[in-house]
T-cell receptor, first 117, second 112 residues
């Protein structure tokens, strides 16, 4: 089945210790997204890739970086995690707005829950 | 600035009841609207997508409607079941944007 996969599902890191979360997709979608969702809050977009073009949201902290080495994979790097970065991190994919396919429906992975000690 | 509001924040109903979840948005220049389901500690499952030119979409016991001019969408769940218990989120995509803007969700409990 075509899907969005996130690893690991649970990640524990120490304050200030860099951490990388990964996302892969078998949908062959050209747009990939990273969202942050804190407890009892709505998901918040951090950034997205349109193919290899990186698009950062204006209020995304510099502490968050991303890499997309190919169509299938995307990584979220948190350079120096703080206690306030503990959250669920959700990866999503979609077709692009001009493709005429799927109307840009976004498909989400199961998420990675990050704990910062 | 687009704002998405969902009412009610929480809802508890007995099994078998038909129910309606509401979503409103302040800027009608949307590309589409998407309804999601989220189980505790899990990711989002897409339920229905309505393009801005459409009025409604149906999938099984779910029916979503869209009134773009008034900035409203509803998700109708027929014959609710305990397995429907989850948080339901609506999200809008603005024209020429890839950013989904979410409401805060409605937490649904269907009692056996």
């Amino acid at each position: 089945d075509a899907m969005v996969i996130q690893n690991p599902r649970y990640q524990v890191t120490q304050f200030g210790k860099p951490v990388t979360l990964s996302c892969s997709q078998t949908l062959n979608h050209n747009v990939m997204y990273w969202y942050q969702q804190k407890s009892s809050q709505a998901p918040k977009l951090l950034f997205h890739y349109y193919d290899k073009d990186f698009n950062n949201e204006a209020d995304t902290p510099d502490n968050f970086q991303s890499r997309r080495p190919n169509t299938s994979f995307c990584f979220l790097d948190i350079r120096s995690p703080g206690l306030g970065d503990a959250a669920m991190y959700l990866c999503a994919t979609s077709t692009d707005l001009s493709s005429g396919r799927g109307g840009n429906e976004q498909f989400f992975g199961p998420g990675t829950r990050l704990t910062v000690l | 600035k687009q704002e998405v509001t969902q009412i009610p924040a929480a809802l508890s109903v007995p099994e078998g009841e038909n129910l309606v979840l509401n979503c409103s948005f302040t800027d009608s220049a949307i590309y589409n609207l998407q309804w999601f389901r989220q189980d505790p500690g899990k990711g989002l499952t897409s339920l229905l997508l309505i393009q801005s030119s459409q009025r409604e979409q149906t999938s099984g016991r779910l029916n979503a409607s869209l009134d773009k001019s008034s900035g409203r969408s509803t998700l109708y769940i027929a014959a609710s079941q305990p397995g429907d218990s989850a948080t339901y989120l609506c999200a809008v995509l603005m024209d020429s944007s890839y950013k989904l803007i979410f409401g805060s969700g409605t937490r649904l409990l269907v009692r056996p």
